[in-house]
């Protein structure tokens, strides 16, 4: 098959996060960056995409999900999204194929279609959860900074 290099491949198209969601979301991802970079380098300022394996600084990464749609019973969900690279996430849909087979490498295929079916459960974030996750991911990025520094 020959490929061709002038099909354009458009940004996938994500629902616009607001209100308690939005204020949640940049926490998240810095927790999970820091999370993703800590296991592979040991440091808390680089990491690897884990679809395409290139090196990036943690402010060149992205927390991007496994299953894409944002339902708000895996957005907040630790292991459904993991570090990427804005080529994989945004320009490759999320390379899901190579996704696929980290998360089945990672946690095993019993994991992985437990998060397909949680992704189709209606759950609906309430405030009060927000809050709460949001003081554990700020905690827990503040226990990284200061065991393995900034
Ligand atoms: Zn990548």
Known sequence: MVKNKKTKRRPRKEP???GMRAELWPVFSRYIRMRDCLEVTG???????CTCGRSYPIGKLQAGHFIPGRADSILFEPT???SQCYRCNML???EW???FRY????YGLEHVF??????EEKREITPEWAAITMNYY???ILRMEARHGI
């Open 92 to 94: 490759l849909q999320g």
């Open 43 to 49: 440091t808390t300022t680089h990491g690897k995409c």
């Open 97 to 99: 194929l190579k996704y």
């Open 16 to 18: 616009l996060l607001t």
């Open 114 to 119: 437990k998060l397909m079916a949680l992704s």
């Open 138 to 140: 700020q905690e827990e």
């Open 80 to 82: 459904c999204v993991h």
């Open 103 to 106: 998360m089945e490498n990672k």
